[in-house]
């Protein structure tokens, strides 16, 4: 008797966690669902050349006709905002999945294997950082400035290493466990364990690592955009926005508060889907 009272506080508090959890992760949902359809369907109902200058509407501060205001060259910057929003979410979610297909298979190798195949891995993985990620992406943009191609590239080769690294701690207890000696005794086949026990365990970690590494990508294009060696001007991107508005803050505040609140939304809707992994 006395033992379950003294087990309920535990219990509420677990719950507690559990719903806390499960809002969080609602609410990053639904910040990433309007910033998804912000930036899928705002360029067409717009319908606003994101080019398109008219320098006599300089300047222009929010209102009817432009809602968030033209910048110095008369542009719509809700129009440029829709765009970069479209391009920074559609090329960080291609490089963080480009990154999880190598990195979730050589992961899942180096444990399954082994020996001088995970040796060998291993010190691949620890070459790669010990290059500074961004430094990478920044060797790839220097190659061809301003090409789409050698951002996605210098992304997905900075990020795969952390999907090996966090796939191959997992997959190896995994397959260290009871359940999958028990297959392979009762002769079960390398498809069998894979989709039946270490592909069911390694689907929450991965959603969790995909969100994270994701947002890293965002931060890094806005980044190299900010400081003028990512995509160049007149492409619509965050980092090159801000850029282009920080000299005009103290006449027109309203420019810059644009593309940054946009990246604090995605970045914040992509931490709050990955969660802390707490539930206490």
């Known amino acids: 008797m006395s033992g379950s009272v003294i087990d309920m506080p535990a219990l509420d508090l677990a ?111 620890d070459a790669v950082l010990s290059v500074p990620g961004l430094l990478l992406v920044l060797l790839f943009a220097a190659l061809a400035p301003g090409r789409h191609w050698a951002l996605y590239i210098g992304l997905s080769l900075s990020l795969w290493v952390e999907y090996f690294r966090v796939c191959r701690a997992a997959s190896r207890q995994v397959l260290a466990s009871d359940a999958v000696q028990a297959s392979r005794l009762l002769g079960f086949g390398t498809g069998y364990v894979l989709r039946r026990h270490l592909l069911p365990a390694l689907a929450p970690v991965l959603g969790t690592l995909l969100a994270f590494s994701a947002a890293q990508a965002v931060l890094a294009l806005a980044a190299l955009g900010f400081i003028g060696v990512g995509l160049q001007p007149p492409t619509p991107e965050l980092g090159l926005m801000m850029t282009e508005f920080l000299p005009h803050y103290e006449e027109a505040p309203w420019l810059i508060a644009a593309p940054v609140a946009l990246l604090m939304a995605v970045v914040l809707g992509m931490m709050l889907v990955a969660g802390d992994g707490e539930t206490t």
């Open 15 to 125: 719950g507690h966690g559990a719903r806390r959890t499960t809002l969080r992760r609602r609410a990053g949902l639904v910040i990433l669902a309007l910033v998804s359809a912000f930036s899928l369907f705002g360029p067409s109902l717009i319908g606003i050349d994101p080019a398109r200058q008219t320098l006599a509407d300089t300047l222009l501060p929010p209102g009817a006709a432009h809602w968030l205001g033209t910048d110095v060259l008369g542009r719509s910057v809700l129009a440029r905002l829709a765009h970069a929003a479209r391009l920074s979410l559609g090329l960080a979610l291609l490089a963080a999945l480009t990154a999880a297909v190598p990195g979730v298979l050589l992961g899942v190798a180096a444990s399954w294997r082994g020996g001088r195949i995970e040796r060998a891995l291993v010190m691949l993985a």
